[in-house]
């Protein structure tokens, strides 16, 4: 019975059936060429290993954890925006029920404002676990996104072009573009002015129309991958959304409407 | 934090897939770049990855691909790519001492003069240790050839190493 090399190779690696196993084992414990040739297949392996060994012990570099990290923060963001228990009570979650929301807060007691009231998208959670306002400053600051006019914090660059293109109901826009802005919904206050809450990463807000710029309103943390703290991201939106909830009047602008405003040019 | 399976896997097979980019390219720069890479497109294509299924043996199966494509490419951007005795070993020198110095550049010769379709069997089996199906369905063949390459690469690294006449 003639043994191969393929055999002995398989041999020394384990590979063999048991019933192949015996008959190879028989064959080298008889001729010593076998078990040298078997042998130094099995030298071979080690001295791979301890030459490859120092590689695995290595840190691993920053640029590759961090770039998982994002990848994952982004996942759990997107299944908090997309989770399934919100979808059901406000469709596509930008197609915002504005009356039944308010006539809902309105019947409710103000203590009754809990995070879990559902209005606009995420709810009206209030209780701001956020800062709103001007957190602004650095964040924005260097991209050219924001810009000060006359004591007023307005829109510039990427910021200001995503606004007056990005429709809210048809949020992958912007994502195919490459930009990282997503408008969350859009909406008249009082005085016709068109407004708009938009969420960049780094920072979110509320900015509306006014003589040809877009004004920030609000700003809040985003939910951007820098941040570490996710949960909190979320709940900026819901409260950036119920804040617009109180300065708009009537519902959210719906796809038509959206469209129409946008050739308006948000009424300038 | 979050909890994701996925990217808590991949991230703990990083240190492997590290090794598995040494042994492919030999070259530190560019292992750190065929990492990158692969793990960048894990990341792009990560909902093709059946749950369930061995994540490493899917995410090598990139990295294995995605060399190929590189040096396919280097191989149109110069035809004379090739990189015998010079230079191979200089990234590897370090501080190690010299008895170690040679022996270690024994084995990075040896593996470089492979062929690449050898090299990449070896190092799946002997480096990485993979089973013959398992290296088989990472490259793509059927086992029986998985076997006919290790076994010539085998061979030739065991010559070259002096191991048998």
């Known amino acids: 019975m003639s043994v191969t090399d393929q055999d002995l190779m398989a041999f020394a690696d384990g590979e063999l059936s048991d019933a192949d196993a015996a008959r190879v084992a028989s064959a080298v414990a008889a001729d010593p060429a076998l078990a040298a040739r078997v042998d130094a297949e099995r030298r071979l392996r080690t001295m791979l290993g301890v030459h490859f060994a120092p590689v695995v012990a290595e840190p691993v570099p920053e640029t590759l954890t ?54 606009w998208g995420t709810g009206a959670a209030i209780a701001a676990s956020l800062v709103l306002g001007l957190v602004l400053g650095g964040q924005f600051a260097g991209r050219g996104a924001i810009a000060e006019r006359n004591g007023a914090l307005v829109a510039s660059g990427a910021l200001a072009k995503g606004l007056d293109t990005q429709l809210a109901s048809a949020a ?4 195919k573009a490459g930009g990282d802005l997503r408008v969350l919904a859009s909406f008249q ?14 920072t979110a807000g509320i900015a509306c129309k006014d003589r040809g710029q877009w004004v920030l309103e609000r700003t809040a943390s985003g939910s951007g991958p820098e941040r570490g703290d ?33 050739v308006k040019r948000w009424g300038d | 934090m979050s909890t994701n399976p996925f990217c808590e896997e991949l991230t703990a097979l990083l240190p492997r897939l590290r090794r598995f980019a040494r042994g492919l390219t030999h070259d530190v720069a560019d292992a750190d770049d065929l990492c990158q890479q692969t793990v960048e497109r894990a990341l792009k ?116 190493l002096g191991e048998i006449a």
């Not at chain 1, 992958?172 to 994502?175: L, T």
């Not at chain 2, 994540?55 to 060399?67: E, H, S, T």
């Open chain 1, 172 to 175: 992958d826009d912007g994502a």
């Open chain 2, 45 to 160: 294509s990560r909902q093709q990855w059946q749950e369930g299924s061995r994540l490493d043996a899917w995410v090598y199966r990139i990295m294995r691909n995605q060399w190929i494509d590189d040096m396919r490419a280097r191989k149109r951007r110069a035809q004379t790519f090739v990189h015998e005795d010079e230079g191979l070993n200089v990234g590897m020198a370090g501080d190690r001492d010299a008895e170690n110095l040679v022996e270690l550049g024994n084995v990075d010769r040896a593996l470089a003069r492979l062929p690449e379709e050898q090299r990449e069997a070896v190092v799946l089996v002997l480096v990485e240790g993979f089973a013959y199906k398992e290296a088989a369905e990472i490259i793509g063949i059927p086992q029986g050839t998985l076997t006919s390459r290790l076994g010539r690469g085998r061979e030739a690294l065991l010559r070259e």
């Open chain 1, 189 to 202: 206050r009082t005085g016709g002015g068109y407004c708009r809450v938009f969420d960049r990463g780094a």
């Open chain 1, 66 to 119: 961090l770039m998982i990290a994002a990848a994952a923060a982004e996942e759990t963001e997107r299944d908090m925006t997309d989770a399934p228990e919100l979808e059901a009570v406000s469709p596509p979650a930008r197609v915002l029920d504005f009356a039944a929301a308010r006539a809902k807060r309105q019947a409710a007691a103000p203590a009754a404002r809990k995070p879990h009231a559902r209005a």
């Open chain 1, 230 to 262: 996710y949960r909190q991201a979320g709940s900026a939106q819901a409260d950036l959304m119920a804040a617009a909830q109180n300065m708009a009047v009537g519902e959210p602008l719906d796809a038509a409407q959206e469209r129409a405003a946008r």
